[in-house]
């Protein structure tokens, strides 16, 4: 397999999360129709307990050994490379066994307890089956990042989706007739059975390209990998601890939020419908252009850590510029959009405007969010993931507490809890800058943002002007589709004409640079 650059492996995972996110919100869409609202909140309450599940399961390792694979890659110690393997296998395999065993025993419990929902169960049970499936993915996806083997890591994503999509309604529809807690647990199922066709694809890609054979005196390896063990849970259990906070804090999030709006006297099934438009359609769509972020997250982690291993400070400074300028220009026009055609946007994918207020409230405060990835990925790369933990930390503690203190109230209700939301998204991107500030006092290229912030606000007042004024008796879609190309265009343009993408990058992009020579 082709090892790829940090902009080529970051262009790679770009498509890719492209796709994976247009993907998405289809199945958002599919699933909508289907089990309306009402079902969209039950999937939506299980959901963090999925998410919960998974960052246990993978223990922050996917990380840790991207980073490990990275630094004994580029030292050319693949011995290491194949202990790295060998631990990860054994911790995953130990913890999925585990935790299985747990889910299955819980569930009905927490159903019954801990949800205002009891309906909730069907749905968590069917989240089992994906601990040890998860499991396997996180040490193949971790070796390939490391590697700087996209490709598998990229494709596989766009597989899960694809199976994904391609089952949900099937699966819903069939249990439908049983009842609205059955199609969502049918739902859940189809995200099971997506990741297990990725896992097989990883599988395949690993042992066509692999150049180290794991099962080969693996016990041995796995007697001599105490230190390795050491170094891999010194960056894994930080990273799972702030993976574990978020994904205890969205655990929270829904028995929060119902809880507060009992006390604010919102009937049980308005609270399930309004946490369904804010977590099921608002959020999803805000944080639409994080598959960037995400992609390059994954990048600058290995390409980071192997500077780092050759103490090349220069160069983290540069990759960090590249990174956070590209997220706050897809951030900037997301934002625009978002905000600007919230209403048309809601009424054309859910049918469902009354969710747009969310989305007003939201949207100027998430440019903050599309930070956030690449600082977290500097933090960890550089042995800080105890650091990004502790800021996590303090943003949930402080969402929770946000959430509980308005949403109690009833003037703010599920307003309430958005704003919880944008409270900790703001605060843990500033404590993430702050520490990477401290740490290798890195400065920004100020040149280049005051850039973006006028061709966002230039932008954003098209936005306003054309919504307002233009093309006025064009039917819904045709004319929100219209104005956001004029509005998109508008904003690239300015981009390219201010030269913040600049020839010399774009010649660095695979078949552009091509093209370009």
Known sequence: ?????????????????????????????????????????????AYPTMLLTVTLTQMGLPVAISKMVAEADALGDRRKIKRVLVVSFAIVGVLSVTLTAVMVVLTPLMAKTVFTDPRTVYPLIAIAPIIPIVAISSVLRGYFQGMRHMKPYAYSEVIEQIIRISLVAFLANSLLPFGIEYAAAGAMISGVLGELASLIYMLYMFKKGKRIKVRTEFLKNLQQGKSTARQLLAVALPTMGS?????????????????????????????????????????????????????????????????????MESLIHFRLNQALKIAMLTGGLSIIVTYSFAEPIMTLMYHSPSSAKYVYVMAPFFSFFYFQGPLQAVLQALDLAKAAMINTLIGAVVKILTIWALASRPEFGMIGAALGIVVNVVLVTLLHWATVIKTIGFSLVVKDYFKIAVIILASGVLAHFLNKRVLLDWELFPRTAALIGIVALFYISLTLFLRLIKKEELKRIPIIGKWLN
């Not at 790679?12 to 994976?20: C, D, H, P, S």
């Not at 009992?262 to 099921?280: C, M, N, P, R």
Request: net charge positive; proline share 4%.
């Open 243 to 311: 993976r574990l906070i978020g994904s205890l804090s969205n655990f929270f999030e829904p028995i929060v939020i119902s809880q507060s709006l009992a006390i604010a006297g919102v009937a049980t099934v308005i609270s399930t419908k309004q946490y369904g438009e804010l977590s099921g359609y608002a959020i999803p769509l805000l944080i639409l252009p994080s598959f960037i972020t995400h992609a390059l997250h994954v990048s600058l982690v290995p390409a980071v850590s192997e500077a780092h291993a050759r103490k």
């Open 1 to 45: 397999m082709t090892r790829q650059s940090f902009l080529r492996g970051s262009l790679i995972l770009i498509v890719a999360g492209l796709l994976t996110r247009i993907l998405g919100m289809i199945n958002r869409i599919v699933l909508s129709r289907v089990i309306g609202d009402e079902g969209v909140g039950l999937f939506m309450m």
